[in-house]
């Protein structure tokens, strides 16, 4: 186990199409144990590979039910919007109003490479969709509506 570093968004890691993921081995692992201690330690909801420096088609998420580990992953169904107000581990302190989908159905495979399929609403339908964009080198700062002034953020 072991923290890793998290990656700003001037990183020109954190703009490239990462890899897919075709050893589901123990360094994969590895890394998936790390992204976890990391995601905990950094009060994140979700976390993806480019953030630490890995171009792999790997996230994870946990907006309170439980931590999902999701690689090579695919967004088979968006239904519906909805507003938020959203931010990035990469962009700290930065924060902006962005349209997401309100439902997102999405594919993905375990640490294991076995495939699973789970549809998500609210917040996790938000953050599937903001670490989805992370394996294509999308950053939430590029989809924001307007960014946030600090008097806004409220806290
Ligand atoms: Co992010």
Redesign the pocket.
């Known amino acids: 186990m072991g923290l890793r570093k998290i990656l700003t968004d001037k990183e020109p890691a954190l703009h490239k199409t990462c890899k897919p993921v075709v050893s589901f081995d123990s360094k994969l692992h590895k890394l998936l144990d790390d992204m976890r201690e990391t995601l905990i330690d950094s009060n994140g909801v ?3 590979a480019p ?1 630490v420096g890995i171009q792999r088609r790997v996230f994870i998420m946990d907006t309170g039910d439980g931590l999902k580990e999701c690689i090579n992953p695919k967004i088979l169904e968006r239904r519906g919007e909805q507003e938020c107000v959203e ?5 700290p302190g930065e924060y902006g109003l962005i349209r997401r989908p309100a439902v997102v159905k999405l594919q993905a495979q375990n640490r294991d490479g076995k495939f699973f399929i789970i549809t998500v609403e609210g917040l996790a339908a938000e953050c599937a969709d ?2 989805n ?2 394996m294509d080198g999308i ?2 700062k590029s989809k924001v509506e307007r960014m946030l002034a600090p008097d806004e953020i409220g806290n």
Do not use: P, R, T, V
């Not at 931010?87 to 962009?91: D, M």
């Open positions: 979700g976390l993806a953030q931010g990035c581990l990469s962009s903001h670490e964009d992370h950053l939430f």
